[in-house]
Structures are given as structure tokens and as C-alpha cells.
């Protein structure tokens, strides 16, 4: 979900490369405070199965089978930091956005898939938490979820967003009668409504991995 225009490649010139690399590669990112290493990638040749192959007194070559040529197999080293990679994700997804009526809305627009909560229920108001409730304990089952019922339903969406958490679920005055609920897209803002039957596989579409 990185923004590909905060990504790049980097060769390391000669007097950068450690000894035993051929060459190697950073996929660098824009951080707020300038582009650094995200992922190494580095060629290291048969360096490490040669040190193995010289003190252990092991062949270790490979042999082809098609041309039955034998060498030692190259090493290549993907190397990436956690810590890099979460701060990347983080910088890359947040966002402060001026709306129409001025106010700003702080929003951590994750890939759904790495989405810490990937669903709130809210009720609309306190008279509607007995479902709202037992709406959250099914789909607590087979997401991670929020409950929230403090406050307005436009500041429990801000609080949402101000997490990442994809979709907003609310429980509102209709749900008793059309057994539907709406639907908030954190990003687009966009509201749906949708059978509460169908809910599961909604949220397992919006947030898997494609």
C-alpha cells in the first residue's frame, strides 16, 4: 500500500560495497525527514558457501543437472529493517485533510489488510447498544474490532479514522426494522447500507490482501 512515488532504487557505487558484494541495491523511501534505506538487497557471489565450503572441508557445489557444469551457488541477501518498514507504512499512510466546512480530519489511510482494526461498530445512539452490541460479538469472531458509544457519531468516526480503522459499522434507528446497517468507508467517506447478512463477506472483500 506504499505510495510508489515515495520509492526508489539506489546502486551503491564501488567504495560503498562491502567486500564481498558484487553489487547491491537499496529500495530507499521519502521519510518526512528524507529518503533512507528501507531494503537492502545485496549480491554477496559465492562468498558465504565458499568461507563454509573452505573451513568445513565440505564440497558444497552444485551440480546442474541439465549441463553438468558444477559451481558454487551466489548468495543474495534481502535484508530489511521492522522498525524501517513500520515508520515507512506510518509516514506513508497518515494524512491531514482539510474538508469542505474547514475542519481537518487526521486520517491513517492503511492498506485494510495491515489495518490494526478493521472494523467499529458504533450504535447510533445509546438505545440502539443491545444490538449494536451483539452485532460486535459475532464479528468479533472473525475480525479485530472496536465497540465505540461515546460521543457523536461524527466524532467516533474521526476517532476511527485517526487509527486507520477501514470501515465504520452503524447501528441506527432502521436496523431493528430492515435488519441493515450503514456502512462508512474511512477513506472516501462514502456511506452504504447493507443487509447485516451480508456484512462478513463484505468486510472479508474490502479487507483482504489483493
Not at 557471489?45 to 565458499?50: A, H, I, Q, R, S
Not at 524501517?84 to 489511510?109: P, T
Not at 452503524?170 to 468507508?185: M, P
Request: with cysteine; aromatic share 12%.
Amino acid at each position: 500500500g506504499i505510495n510508489k512515488e515515495n520509492l526508489r532504487y539506489r546502486d551503491h557505487d564501488q567504495k560503498e560495497l562491502s567486500f564481498y558484494s558484487k553489487a547491491t541495491t537499496d529500495i530507499e523511501y521519502l521519510y518526512p525527514f528524507g529518503w533512507g534505506e528501507l531494503w537492502g538487497i545485496a549480491d554477496r557471489t559465492d562468498y558465504d558457501l565458499g568461507r563454509h565450503q573452505e573451513y568445513s572441508k565440505k564440497n558444497l557445489e552444485y551440480l546442474d543437472p541439465d549441463t553438468h557444469e558444477k559451481y558454487l551457488p551466489y548468495v543474495i541477501e534481502p535484508s530489511v529493517g521492522a522498525d524501517r518498514l513500520f515508520l515507512s507504512v506510518l509516514a506513508d499512510a497518515f494524512e491531514e485533510q482539510k474538508l469542505e466546512n474547514g475542519d481537518v480530519r487526521k486520517v491513517m489511510h492503511f492498506h485494510p489488510a495491515l489495518a490494526p482494526v478493521k472494523v467499529a461498530v458504533l450504535p447510533l445512539t445509546k438505545k440502539q447498544s443491545d444490538e449494536a452490541m451483539e452485532l460486535y460479538n459475532d464479528l468479533v469472531k472473525d475480525f479485530y474490532c472496536e465497540y465505540d458509544q461515546a460521543g457523536q457519531i461524527g466524532k467516533r468516526y474521526r476517532r476511527q479514522d485517526a487509527i486507520g480503522t477501514p470501515l465504520c459499522v452503524t447501528v441506527d434507528f432502521d436496523t431493528a426494522e430492515d435488519h441493515s446497517v450503514t456502512v462508512r468507508d474511512r477513506d472516501t467517506m462514502e456511506q452504504i447500507r447493507l443487509p447485516i447478512d451480508q456484512l462478513k463477506a463484505y468486510i472479508a472483500d474490502k479487507t483482504r490482501f489483493n
